[in-house]
């Protein structure tokens, strides 16, 4: 895709006057900012509603209602919600799971990608097809089969406490690695298509061997997408909890998810304090995504490069 | 039909191969003494396993992620260990829920020695399907200590046994002295009486009885007492186990009753959270409320707990009367192959004594006792009137969800509950669909 | 489906490369063929082993009844699983009608919202990554935080809506947002929407980075044929893009199940597919069976759904 190509597009259509006019644009630049403004404000209410909620004392809650003015606002909710939950403990298991799946998974689909896009195989269309359809699959479709397999393949003594893949953190890395590959594989091939297969070729006259070509020339090429991949599978493996319900029986073992759970009771559920469970339990996320923001959105270049 | 299982399990073979390495796993990493334990629990009979001397680790599953039960059980387990310096207890606490959801695949892979678990066909199941141990012995142990019926509670189909429990909590109609007091009520005995109560309340500007299913359990509450008080407790049983008919004039009944009060039920319940309804009762907005125990957790001013008072379900046939009474029972069971069968009994030997549920209770005020002449000094009003109630009672149900097929209740009777609330004209076609599930699922 | 076959394919695809092709693997050593049979195979094999294998075993488990305890208990019924779901489920066809009425939705509004968000952020405006931020939100918190998050909001009794327009009060004007089956729908929805927008927004926003900046700037700059020249210049350019997102928003809609399960466990109007597959496989009601069943018309669907719009893609991108 190369911008002549569509420069060329433009000329199609006959009302576009590409290059025109001064830069009347200003009113149209306020309505815009207040349309944006307005919008982005309207996402945050959810956000804000429970923000407020958990900065409030139940018992104040209980008697005048969630929607009034506050006479104490503070951070116990949140104090008792980590005290109570066990979060760091969870917190830590959950970077176990999360750090090696999502290097392991980038890794392993930018190989398929690679051999997908600059390799002319038969199979080509076949390897893709398992990819992408299998990142179709919904997780329940999987589970019965894959429990009953996670019993049956065993692991040496330093990865599991019984023997099993069943109930062991490398399991559920696993299970993260295979699940996520095949968006990954998709996302990266589309992107891989777009590099010129002529770096490619002048690295094989010199005699660059099969590893030597995807690790020096393909994989620096796909720094932005890589980036990108990795924040979102941080916040879907982050997030996750559907695997650790029937891959893991020990109640320490469980991700960040479960300790959310352990704060809404079965007889008695303290919304405020659930809501500033909810809250800790995001900041993670939110903290890796400001953090990497400029390079995330930068790098996020799914779609074709300019060539 | 014969029994052909896709290939990709191999057959029945695994099992036994899955079993062999849970053996082999534990002779390896524990002390001599449990591998005698282990052999023993594997053999047929239960031999006398509560005279040896136990010692080392039992590991225990439980549910109790919630502050104060999981406070609670930890005194159980102190007491115990205080009186057993040579047994460890090691728990392993899973979120309520989680716990529920992978109790199937818990109990077949790595299970603990011991769980917490639910009395009624919840248990039976279990113990049916082979993943769970029976524990004869202990019940030699502490067979004293429990009335009849808590024997039969504790018994799978095949009549060993196979549960130790810990305390229940009686279903009833809750409702505020002071509100009963101000308008001049009185406690209604049978259906007439309480549907003149549902009429005063009303004209009086309250809900009559305030209700919530969007937690879709509550609905099998009212079923269930409507179901014994009309049909009696057999027929109630009988409907749970699947062997008599939803297409039965009698089940029609029930919904006919239902119908006649669900007017005097508080608007929009479909979608109300439990708690909700029970805090429209803590602000005397609503008059009764039909559920367990446990709403006394809801009032948290002490002021309002002691306002809290209850009744049972009026009668309606007066073949049954108040006969019988909804008291969901916790407690423990043994997995199928206990690591450390000797300890585990010691352990369950102990949760069934005074001394056992007695170390729980003065943790959390919530429950009863079930042990007979159980001092029931320290108990708080809601307690003691749960006891009386208790011990009036000649028959003693579960709740739908623990006395019925579980993937009958939660995939047919929650929805098909929640389709009569929405629309109770349609009770002709939807019990017809109920009974056509039911078939599907009891008889494959 | 084994590594053995997919290592064979790359061997043999060898022979079959024609002039033109990116890739010849005849001047591959042997050393090299190993290696790309390796970075193929190891991730081939374990998507087949712990994604195919199991799916396959789905479909096979969807003609039997089990309870999920052992392996002796499993019973051939044939089609008797999807004949009663047809039939006698009361709970499928709504579920079917609540996956297309997602899929429609997001399809209509979220998607281009997010594309019309995209498009305006890309212009380099001020406070561009705040708004992006806010947008994105929904995107990298948890489930279970979003449907505790929106209960707040639509709780029935003392929820954020209902408290302010006195809309709670049982015996007059009572909106159940969660329980009323002509409400919940939607208000779910919303709470879906809210996500995916975000998640759109970002897809788009690296779709534009691709796109040539001086027709960008032709584009914006010419306020009164903005969106001619959006439609005829950077909506054209976004073609890759559009594939991405119309198979994620596919998925987003067939796999439809954690705003929903925490919201109201799927029920009295929330009915969905992903949602009826949990409730048979997870927990005590183990219905394997029955549940594999609905899982594999899930899996039917999704497959019909997008086999045929790669196979095209694929085939078009090869021959350019």
Sequence with gaps: ?307 | MSPQSPRAFQGPSVDRRIMLKGLLGAAGVAALPTLAACSSSSSKSSSSSTGGAASGTVSLGSNASDAVPKKAFQAVYDAFQAKNPSIKVQVNTKDHDTFQEQINSYLQATPDDVFTWFAGYRMQFFAAKGLSNKINDVWDTIGNNFPQSVHDLSKGQDGNYYFVPIYYYPWAVFYRKSVFAAHNYTVPTDWNGFISLCEKMKADGLNPIAFADADKWPAMGTFDQLNMRINGYQFHMDLMHGKAAWTDAKVKAVFDHWTQILPYHQPGYIGRKWQDAAQSLLQKKSGMYLLGTFVAQQFTNPDDLADLDFFAFPAIDPQWGQDSIEAPVDGFMLSKNPKNRAAAAKLLEFIGSADGEGAYLKVDNSYDALVTGYDTSGYNAIQKKSAQLFASAQHVSQFMDRDANPAFTSTVMQPQLQAYLQNPGSIGSILSGIEQQKQSIYNS | MTVGTSADAVETGRAADLPRAPGRLRRLTGRDRTVLTLMTGVPTALMVVFVWVPALASILLSFTSWDGIGVDSIKWIGLRNYQQIFTIYPSFWPAVEHNVLWLVVLAAIPTPFGLFLAYQLDKKIRFSRFYQGAFFLPVMVSSAVIGFVWELIYNPDHGLINSLFHTNNPNGTYLDWVGNPKLNIWAVLVAASWRHAGYMMILYLAGLKSVDPSLKDAAAVDGANEWQAFRHVVFPALRPINVVVAVVTVIEALRAFDIVYVFNKGEHGTELLSILITQNIIGEASRIGYGSALAVILLVVSLAAIIPYLIVTFRKERST
């Design chain 1, 1 to 307: 895709m190369t911008a002549t190509a569509l420069a060329s597009d433009t000329a199609r259509p006959s009302g576009a006057h590409p290059v025109s006019g001064k830069r009347r644009a200003r009113p149209a630049r306020i309505v815009l900012h207040v349309f944006l403004a307005v919008s982005a404000l309207a996402w945050l209410v959810p956000m804000l509603w429970a923000i407020y909620t958990s900065l409030r004392p139940y018992s104040e809650t209980q008697s005048k209602g969630y929607l009034s003015l506050p006479s104490t606002l503070n951070f116990q909710n949140y104090i008792d919600a980590w005290n109570q939950s066990g979060m760091p403990h969870y917190f830590w298991n959950t970077v176990m799971i999360a750090v090696p799946a999502v290097i392991l998974t980038l890794l392993l689909s930018s190989f398929v990608a690679f051999t997908v896009t600059q390799y002319n195989l038969k199979i080509n269309l076949l390897l893709l097809m398992i990819f992408t359809a299998g990142n179709l699959l919904p997780q329940q479709v999987i589970i019965t089969p894959l429990y009953r397999l996670y019993l049956l393949i065993g692991l040496p003594s330093g990865l599991s406490d019984s023997g099993k893949m069943y109930d062991t953190i490398f399991g559920l890395v696993v299970i993260h690695v295979a699940f996520q590959s095949g968006f990954c594989t998709f996302v990266l091939s589309n992107y891989m298509k777009t590099i010129p297969t002529g770096l490619r070729e002048a690295a094989v006259v010199d005699g660059a061997t099969v590893w030597q070509i995807y690790s020096r020339i393909i994989l620096p090429l796909l720094k932005p997408a890589v980036a990108a991949l990795a924040t979102l599978l941080s916040i879907w493996i982050y997030n996750d909890f559907f695997w650790a319900i029937v891959l893991i029986s020990d109640g320490n073992k469980m991700p960040i998810t479960s300790a959310l759970a352990n704060l809404s009771g079965t007889f008695f559920t303290n919304d405020n304090l659930v809501a500033a469970g909810a809250l800790l339990t995001a900041v993670p996320t939110l903290l890796v995504y400001f953090l990497l923001q400029r390079q995330f959105v930068s790098g996020l270049t799914l779609g074709a490069e300019k060539g």
